[in-house]
């Protein structure tokens, strides 16, 4: 077994939305030697796992390239600079010409940095802008674009094999005025010239999102009392508490726009590593992913040193959290090198050599140089996933990012977990236990609630239990992603969810 763990560590899968990167972290290791053999080996593999889903970012992190954005924020000028998006979209928006539909892409500059700048879009809704809520998507990675929701999940559009753009009937946009950032700084247009600018945990990317939000609303005082809802997928079962956290925070303190904060929704996120690293097995064997025997090694060899190490990365992080990474990430190892070679985020797919998913069309499309004066970021590459932001937050991978949402919950904020059945890393029987694990007035009565059925068009599309602002949901027929997955299902969620129906 020892053999078998050296190997595994060295031969590490690497995830894209989410992926258990082995021996990332430098500061475990003392030899200068040593160090920068692991840097080069998180390099390499962190770009071959980018190639398995088609993606060839330029850079590692974007830079601004020189700052020849169209509409840039200077210094000293406005902090939000926004330009109406006037894109060619295929097809009928539906109920609305497309002179109707308030589209916007913009760049914030980010306060407290030396130069950061957050892109944005927003796309007001197709059904009643002034009624309906403001929603805000967070893509995970850590270090990946907005654009991967945008135009493969849930945005108005997806991207036609020619590189048109089609109308999405189901995107979020048809329930809320929708606004996607590309966030951590680095990630996506999203750029600083300053390395001081990388983010490393949670503290600095809700300060960031929070001082943006107080940008948006002084920009769009229409939207301050629409009710305001946190949303997002994979590691942004890490970021969406910490904001909502942040939101309320701010709310409380009265330290500027209140903002009407009414729930956070996290779809196949991490949120709680203690919980959900000794999940993995369960899953597996449920799945018929592993065998018995599988399973009972698997349990008695690796799944105790993850349990003793990962409480002791707790909530603040130290190197206590790199060791407790390098125990528990084994787990998903073994469970994958029995699997062989089955897509992680559906286990209903196979990967085709590298290739798990195909996303190259959004770098095409977002490189043509039309698309980029639309968007009004001029001469700026687009950077898909950021290697650099994925290192830089792997500090705060094992983190418990629960620890604050019991105190949301009783202050009435909803909180909506969902999770397609089919997806490993960030698996439903993961998210399901520590949900019902976390400590709340609500607890028992959650525990105690019957399942039911989430029915959408007269079919069942998944299974729900709630109890006061609390609502978890299985999802059927999907696997990580949703709402590429199960898109009427998806959208239908969100509507039922933030209209208080669901």
């Known amino acids: 077994m020892a053999q078998t763990l050296s190997r595994l560590f060295l031969s590490s899968l690497l995830l894209l939305l989410l992926s258990p990167l082995s021996l990332a972290i430098r500061t475990h290791v003392t030899k200068p030697s040593k160090s920068s053999a692991l840097l080069n080996f998180q390099k390499s593999q962190a770009q071959k796992l980018i190639k398995s889903f088609n993606l060839s970012p330029k850079h590692d992190i974007n830079t601004g390239n020189g700052h020849h954005a169209v509409d840039e924020s200077p210094v000293g000028g406005p902090m939000m600079v926004e330009k109406p998006l006037r894109l060619n979209v295929l097809g009928d928006p539906g109920n609305n010409s497309i002179q109707d539909l308030g589209h916007h892409a913009g760049y914030y500059r980010l306060p407290d940095t030396v130069d950061a700048r957050m892109f944005y879009f927003l796309f007001e809704s197709r059904n009643n802008k002034s009624e309906d809520p403001v929603v805000i998507w967070l893509t995970g990675g850590p270090g990946c674009g907005s654009e991967l929701a945008l135009f493969y999940e849930n945005g108005p559009f997806h991207i036609a094999n020619n590189l048109s753009l089609l109308w999405n009937d189901f995107g979020w946009d048809q329930a809320s005025n929708l606004i996607y950032v590309d966030q951590p700084t680095g990630t996506g247009f999203s750029y600083s010239s300053s390395a001081n600018d990388t983010r490393h945990d949670e503290i600095g990317i809700s300060n960031d999102l929070y001082n943006f939000l107080q940008g948006f609303f002084k920009l769009?005082?229409?939207?301050?009392?629409?009710?305001?809802?946190?949303?997002?997928?994979?590691?942004?079962?890490?970021?969406?508490?910490?904001?909502?956290?942040?939101?309320?925070?701010?709310?409380?303190?009265?330290?500027?726009?209140?903002?009407?904060?009414?729930?956070?929704?996290?779809?196949?996120?991490?949120?709680?590593?203690?919980?959900?690293?000794?999940?993995?097995?369960?899953?597996?064997?449920?799945?018929?992913?592993?065998?018995?025997?599988?399973?009972?090694?698997?349990?008695?060899?690796?799944?105790?040193?993850?349990?003793?190490?990962?409480?002791?990365?707790?909530?603040?992080?130290?190197?206590?959290?790199?060791?407790?990474?390098?125990?528990?990430?084994?787990?998903?190892?073994?469970?994958?090198?029995?699997?062989?070679?089955?897509?992680?985020?559906?286990?209903?797919?196979?990967?085709?050599?590298?290739?798990?998913?195909?996303?190259?069309?959004?770098?095409?499309?977002?490189?043509?140089?039309?698309?980029?004066?639309?968007?009004?970021?001029?001469?700026?590459?687009?950077?898909?996933?950021?290697?650099?932001?994925?290192?830089?937050?792997?500090?705060?991978?094992?983190?418990?990012?629960?620890?604050?949402?019991?105190?949301?919950?009783?202050?009435?904020?909803?909180?909506?977990?969902?999770?397609?059945?089919?997806?490993?890393?960030?698996?439903?029987?993961?998210?399901?236990?520590?949900?019902?694990?976390?400590?709340?007035?609500?607890?028992?009565?959650?525990?105690?609630?019957?399942?039911?059925?989430?029915?959408?068009?007269?079919?069942?599309?998944?299974?729900?239990?709630?109890?006061?602002?609390?609502t978890f949901l299985k999802v059927h027929d999907a696997g990580h992603l949703v709402p590429m997955d199960q898109p009427k299902a998806a959208l239908e969620m969100l509507r039922r969810w933030t209209q208080g129906s669901l």
């Open 220 to 470: 769009h005082p229409e939207y301050v009392n629409n009710d305001f809802y946190i949303t997002g997928e994979s590691y942004a079962g890490h970021y969406i508490p910490a904001f909502a956290s942040r939101v309320h925070q701010g709310n409380k303190a009265n330290e500027g726009i209140f903002i009407n904060l009414k729930g956070f929704a996290i779809g196949n996120g991490l949120t709680d590593p203690e919980i959900q690293y000794p999940a993995y097995p369960d899953y597996a064997l449920d799945m018929n992913l592993i065998q018995q025997s599988d399973y009972d090694n698997i349990e008695s060899e690796l799944v105790p040193p993850c349990k003793q190490a990962a409480p002791l990365c707790g909530t603040n992080g130290s190197a206590t959290c790199i060791e407790a990474y390098m125990a528990c990430t084994p787990i998903f190892n073994e469970i994958m090198n029995i699997a062989g070679n089955i897509n992680y985020y559906d286990i209903r797919k196979q990967c085709v050599g590298q290739l798990c998913y195909n996303f190259s069309n959004m770098e095409k499309l977002l490189n043509e140089q039309s698309v980029r004066d639309a968007l009004g970021v001029g001469d700026i590459e687009y950077v898909s996933c950021s290697s650099t932001v994925y290192e830089a937050m792997t500090m705060d991978w094992m983190r418990n990012l629960e620890v604050g949402i019991p105190a949301l919950l009783e202050d009435g904020i909803k909180m909506l977990v969902y999770a397609g059945e089919y997806d490993l890393i960030c698996n439903w029987i993961g998210n399901s236990n520590w949900v019902n694990a976390m400590a709340w007035s609500g607890q028992k009565g959650f525990t105690a609630a019957s399942n039911v059925s989430f029915v959408v068009d007269g079919a069942e599309k998944g299974v729900m239990k709630s109890y006061g602002p609390l």
